[in-house]
C-alpha cells in the first residue's frame, strides 16, 4: 500500500526555523509533482509550494524568500526559515505516483509569538 508520511511539525517560536519531510512508502516508483499544502481550521487548504515537471520550484507569495521545497528519489523536504505565527498549520504532502493523487496525514506546525 503506497502511503505518504510526514514528519518534522512540532512548536517552534518566531524567527526560527523547522524541516518537514515526506516519505514515500510502499512503491518503487519515483514520485512526481511533489508540492506542500497547509490548512488552517475553517479554512480552504492552500498551496504552500510545489516542484513542476520541468523540476523548477513555486511558492505561495506568503513564503517566498522564507521556505524551500526540494526532493530526491521517494522524499519531499520543506525547508521552513524565519517562521511566523500566520505560518501556523497542519502541513500536508502531496505528489503523484504512476498518475495517481497521493496525500499524507499531515503535521502540525505551532509559531509562537
Known amino acids: 500500500q503506497v502511503q505518504l508520511v510526514e514528519s518534522g511539525g512540532g512548536l517552534v517560536q518566531a524567527g526560527g526555523s523547522l524541516r518537514l519531510s515526506c516519505a514515500a512508502s510502499g512503491t518503487i516508483f519515483n514520485i512526481n509533482a511533489p508540492a506542500w499544502y497547509r490548512q488552517i481550521p475553517g479554512k480552504q487548504r492552500e498551496l504552500v509550494a510545489n516542484i513542476t515537471s520541468g523540476g523548477s520550484t513555486q511558492f505561495a507569495d506568503s513564503v517566498k524568500g522564507r521556505f524551500t521545497i526540494s526532493n530526491s528519489w521517494n522524499m519531499v523536504y520543506l525547508q521552513m526559515n524565519s517562521l511566523k505565527p500566520d505560518d501556523t498549520a497542519v502541513y500536508y504532502c502531496?505528489?503523484?505516483?504512476?498518475?495517481?493523487?497521493?496525500w499524507g496525514q499531515g503535521t502540525q506546525v505551532t509559531v509562537s509569538a
Open positions: 502531496s505528489a503523484k505516483i504512476l498518475g495517481r493523487d497521493y
